[in-house]
């Protein structure tokens, strides 16, 4: 967002034509899980959303939702997945989670973590790998929290943030969520129809995936973008977005002096810019 605000704010202060900007930012991506949810399908969709590339994905998961009436169990089993999660060298195929981006993203993660350790409740830990000190491993954790509001911004690594709510508060969660301001990604599991179509008339994101992971879009192939805070659309691979670096020319005819029966026609082209 910081770096999509910077280019937007340089090009407002360029002179010669305004030049056009598509952003596509971050997001604080929250997942909803329902009583009525396959529990191990959620663990292995949070375990890919949260964690694969080491959690830094713009779309990835950061906010798991989880109806308090399956939580315990729910809990526990993302507890033994996130233990059996290798952290190391990428280039080994027993790897599962490799080293964040640089020094300075691990001492921010590492930081957050720490405030996390005295504000939440740990759930699990993977294993800090024993060569850790030959680069920047943040070994995935999750921390329970008691509201959204201990969220300060985007978090972007392995670290995931795990919220109860009661079934009857709902639509209370979602007008929280989308609160945040940020509208990239949000993930929904449930068996049932009608909750799918309640909770998609109310969030307001980008993407919403139902029953699957939260990473799978490819830009370039599917539609894919935020808004609000994680971007301006129109959507990568979508079809608006080359429409957004075109120029539309409009030419008006009076067709009477033309000897047409019409008085007036218009027609329109879009051109490059």
């Given at each position: 967002?910081?770096?999509?605000?910077?280019?937007?704010?340089?090009?407002?202060?360029?002179?010669?034509?305004?030049?056009p900007?598509?952003?596509?930012?971050g997001?604080?991506?929250?997942?909803?899980?329902d009583?009525?949810?396959?529990p191990?399908?959620?663990?292995?969709d949070?375990?890919?959303?949260?964690f694969?590339s080491?959690g830094?994905?713009?779309?990835?998961?950061?906010?798991?939702?989880?109806?308090e009436?399956?939580?315990?169990?729910?809990l526990?089993?993302?507890?033994?997945?996130?233990?059996?999660l290798?952290?190391?060298?990428?280039a080994?195929?027993?790897?599962d989670?490799?080293?964040?981006?640089?020094?300075?993203?691990?001492?921010?993660?590492?930081?957050?973590?720490?405030?996390?350790?005295?504000?939440?409740?740990?759930?699990?830990?993977?294993?800090?790998?024993?060569d850790?000190?030959?680069g920047?491993?943040?070994?995935?954790?999750?921390?329970?929290?008691?509201?959204?509001?201990?969220?300060?911004g985007?978090?972007?690594?392995?670290?995931?943030?795990?919220?109860?709510?009661?079934?009857?508060k709902?639509?209370k969660?979602?007008?929280?969520?989308?609160?945040?301001?940020?509208?990239l990604?949000?993930?929904?599991?449930t068996?049932?129809?009608?909750t799918?179509?309640?909770?998609?008339?109310?969030?307001?994101?980008?993407?919403m995936?139902?029953?699957?992971?939260?990473?799978?879009a490819?830009?370039?192939?599917?539609?894919?973008g935020?808004?609000?805070?994680?971007?301006?659309g129109?959507?990568?691979?979508?079809?608006?977005?080359?429409?957004?670096?075109?120029?539309?020319?409009?030419?008006?005819i009076?067709?009477?002096?033309?000897?047409?029966?019409?008085s007036?026609?218009?027609?329109?082209?879009?051109?490059?810019?």
């Open positions: 967002m910081e770096t999509a605000r910077l280019i937007h704010q340089t090009l407002a202060k360029r002179e010669g034509p305004i030049v900007l598509i952003a596509e930012t997001g604080q991506n929250a997942m909803l899980v009583s009525t949810a396959l191990e399908q959620v663990v292995r949070v375990v890919i959303s949260s694969q080491a830094q994905r713009c779309s990835a998961l950061r906010i798991l939702c989880v109806q009436d399956v939580a315990d169990k729910t526990r089993m993302l507890s033994g997945a996130i233990g059996e290798s952290v190391g060298d990428p080994w195929l027993s790897t989670v490799g080293p964040v981006i640089d020094p300075e993203a691990r001492d921010m993660l590492n930081g957050h973590i720490n405030r996390m350790e005295s504000e939440g409740r740990l759930i699990a830990r993977a294993e800090t790998p024993a850790a000190d030959k920047t491993f943040v070994p995935p954790v999750a921390f329970e929290i008691d509201s959204l509001k201990r969220l300060q985007e978090v972007f690594g392995p670290v995931l943030h795990v919220l109860r709510y009661k079934a009857e709902m639509d969660l979602i007008e929280d969520i989308n609160a945040l301001d940020y509208g990604t949000f993930g929904l599991h068996r049932i129809d009608s799918v179509d309640f909770v998609r008339r109310r969030i307001r994101v980008g993407n995936y139902v029953n699957r992971n939260m990473i799978g490819v830009v370039g192939v599917q539609p894919f935020g808004e609000g805070l994680s971007g301006t129109p959507k990568a691979g979508g079809p608006h977005y080359l429409h957004r670096f075109a120029t539309e020319r409009v030419i008006s009076d067709t009477t002096a033309a000897g047409g029966n019409a007036l026609m218009s027609m329109s082209e879009d051109l490059p810019m």
